[in-house]
Nanobody, 118 residues
């Protein structure tokens, strides 16, 4: 089992920036694909970004492409989500997730709230 703990959320004005962090512990491995998801009130959880184990490949939802950057530091067992040019529609609880086996994200953090004011 892998434990994931997110941090870095908060309240920011539109156009501002935040950096989220996700620290892994437990049965960790640098070979896991890691991802960020978000869930806004009344909406389903949606994919935001993902990164391969080496960091060489990254994937983004169209809604955040060009504004968000995912990265990882395997030595620190940490994944980051740099969020720039934030918009009110980015307001959500952001979750970190890991694919520890198979093709699905099977380990999740508890989430961190991001609120963007207009």
């Amino acid at each position: 089992q892998v434990q994931l703990v997110e941090s870095g959320g908060g309240l920011v004005q539109a156009g501002g920036s935040l950096r989220l962090s996700c620290v892994a512990s437990g049965r960790t491995s640098s070979s896991y694909v890691m991802g960020w998801f978000r869930q806004a009130p009344g909406k389903e959880r949606e994919f935001v970004a993902a990164i391969s184990w080496s960091g060489a490949s990254t994937y983004y939802a169209d809604s955040v492409k060009g504004r968000f950057t995912i990265s990882r530091d395997n030595a620190k067992k940490t994944v980051y989500l740099q969020m720039n040019s934030l918009k009110p529609e980015d307001t959500a609880v952001y979750y970190c997730a890991a694919k520890t086996s198979g093709l699905v994200y099977d380990n999740w953090g508890q989430g961190t709230q991001v609120t963007v004011s207009s």
